[in-house]
């Protein structure tokens, strides 16, 4: 029975892995994520219901569009296995059991899948524009408003604290409305403070700390590997930001808490 249900979760996970690449493709492009069908963006050929099946379409397809033959990004494959691996993991963190099915562990996962909606389509567009959609971070916050109302009625925290959290966000949101409104665009430090701000509030102060020094740590590490394969001259001649060239923050950031958050569970429910 329990097999049949983490099958059943791995499965929701790769839907969901679907959705992040499509609203990564899609939100930049100002492409509707809910009406618009979706289709091979080579050929426009609009995929039937067998091409759209998580994982398996890209290995029955041979990785490829059934139409044009034009190659399929292995990164959609990629991200969907891995998000039908990460809903399974954090199941089993928070000892979810066919045999023993709890209220509190069922809205737990709920709340986390619908977090990794938000960090993992942030992820994917700072990865390949280097920005932060604000739409995105508006979901985030209704996320985080939802599960402080649960929190509170489950009476496992004090209100007082997250008001705080939100009244933060919400003033950067305000901040970075009228930044957009003067400079024609959004602050990407912004950004990541309202990004830092809705983790706290999902997966702790703790948690997010941590993964503020392992990504400047990282950004660190990566600098001084590509100075040494590189001559040191040359690569302070180079007009381009080599903070935005190798690497973006909010990406290295959203994946490194998504990591750190799933270890915290398990050490929470499995001491």
């Known amino acids: 029975m329990n097999t049949f249900l983490y099958i059943i979760i791995f499965i929701m996970g790769t839907l969901f892995g679907s959705f992040y690449t499509l609203a990564v493709y899609r939100i930049p492009k100002k492409i509707d994520i809910i009406k618009t069908h979706s289709f091979c963006p080579n050929c426009n050929h609009k995929l039937g219901f067998f091409e759209l099946i998580p994982v398996w ?17 292995p990164r959609y494959f990629i991200l969907e296995f891995l998000s039908g691996v990460s809903f399974v993991i954090i199941a089993y963190c928070l000892k979810i059991d066919a045999y023993n099915l709890q209220l509190q562990s069922i809205a737990k996962f709920a709340f986390i899948a619908l977090y990794l909606v938000s960090i993992f389509i942030i992820a994917g567009i700072d990865k390949e524009y280097r920005k932060i959609e604000r739409g995105v971070l508006y979901y985030g ?24 959290y939100l009244v933060t966000l919400i003033v950067l949101l305000i901040i970075d409305s009228e930044t957009q409104i003067q400079k024609a665009k959004s602050s990407y430090l912004l950004e990541i403070l309202m990004l830092i701000v809705i983790m706290v509030i999902n997966t702790g102060i703790i948690t997010t700390g941590l993964s503020v020094i392992i990504t400047f740590l990282a950004i660190g590490i990566t600098k001084i590997i590509y100075a040494m394969k590189n001559n040191l001259n040359k690569f302070r001649k180079e007009q381009k930001d080599i903070t935005e060239e190798i690497y973006k923050f909010g990406y290295l950031f959203s994946i490194t808490n998504v990591i750190i958050y799933i270890g915290t569970l398990y050490f929470t429910y499995h001491g």
């Open 57 to 73: 379409s890209y290995l029955l397809l041979g990785g490829k569009c059934k139409k044009c033959k034009q190659k399929i990004r």
């Open 141 to 164: 916050l209704m996320v985080s408003c939802s599960y402080i109302i649960y929190l509170c009625i489950m009476g496992q925290t004090s209100i007082y604290r997250y008001v705080m």
